[in-house]
């Protein structure tokens, strides 16, 4: 049986974008080897954490929403556990009521957009040669609701280092 389970973990803050991507191709080829679904990629960046982990005050966070079999999540769990750029991991079993709520919002603002789109489209000759034209529906960027963004803390900025 499959189910929605989100999976949070945090990386190392040294880590490069390559090693970053590393680690998130891998959980999709462990998604994609056991027939799951990734359904969201949220990558929140370089966050302040509350407390060192391994002499780090600062980590990546990086959220994944996925559709999974237990066993997948047994198999993401011990992938996880043993990467050295993982410093902490967690994945959750989701509420259905939410899930089922979170996509009819979702397809219900894709329709209005396709609506919109539809009404005021311009064929691709008419647009402007100093504009790019505008991104089709799956290229679009999953768009995070008022309350998702204001759950997220702020960034933190790098800090030069201030030698006396």
């Given at each position: 049986m499959r189910r929605d389970y989100e999976l949070g973990f945090i990386l190392n803050p040294e880590v490069n974008e390559e090693q970053t991507g590393a680690v998130l191709s891998r959980i999709s080829q462990i998604v994609t080897n056991y027939?799951?679904?990734i359904v969201r990629v949220n990558q929140w960046g370089r966050r302040r954490m509350a407390y060192p982990i391994e002499h780090?005050?600062?980590g990546y966070y990086v959220f994944i929403d996925m559709i999974l079999t237990p066993e997948t999540v047994a198999e993401l769990d011990r992938t996880l556990k043993v990467s050295e750029d993982v410093l902490r991991h967690m994945?959750?079993?989701r509420d259905p009521k939410a899930v089922?709520?979170?996509r009819e919002d979702y397809e219900a603002?894709?329709?209005?957009q396709a609506q919109e789109q539809a009404a005021g489209a311009t064929p691709e000759a008419?647009?402007?040669s100093g504009e790019a034209p505008q991104e089709t529906e799956e290229e679009l960027p999953v768009e995070l609701s008022p309350e998702e963004n204001e759950s997220i803390p702020p960034a933190?900025?790098?800090e030069e280092s201030v030698e006396a």
């Open positions: 027939d799951g679904q780090n005050r600062d994945v959750i079993r089922k709520k979170e603002r894709a329709a209005a008419e647009v402007p933190i900025e790098e």
